[in-house]
């Protein structure tokens, strides 16, 4: 068995999520926002495009912000978006680099931790 790619990663929202999570996901960081599934239509959350993936805001109730296991999202330029972000008043959190490449964790608005890497260098031919 081989596997192929991330169908999606889900982060979990208290009800009533939608706005506070476009002005996050949307706003502040710059997804894409995809229309819902035909299954999801009629359920809360939003679902927005993270490079060939998907990150699905997802409601729960009762509602649990994860804070272990968390999706990690690779970004052009780190130290923008952490400009942007503290501009915005929400603290991001430096961690060791992985294989070389900065990162930062931040809570969104419902608590859940992310993480956020450096794209490492794109070689010019």
């Known amino acids: 068995m081989t596997i192929l790619g991330i169908d999606h990663v889900q982060v979990a929202a208290p009800p009533a999520c939608e706005e506070r999570a476009r002005a996050f996901y949307g706003g502040l960081l710059g997804l894409e926002e995809l229309e819902k599934p035909e299954p999801f239509r009629s359920r809360g959350g939003c679902w927005f495009r993270a490079g060939a993936q998907e990150l699905h805001v997802g409601v729960e109730e009762p509602f649990a912000p994860a804070r272990k296991a968390h999706p990690g999202l690779v970004v052009e330029d780190l130290a923008a978006l952490e400009r942007r972000l503290a501009d915005a008043g929400i ?20 608590g859940n931790r992310l993480e956020l890497r450096q794209a490492p260098p794109v070689a010019l031919p």
């Open 91 to 110: 603290a991001t959190e430096r961690d060791d680099p992985i294989g070389g490449a900065p990162r930062c964790h931040v809570a969104d608005p419902f």
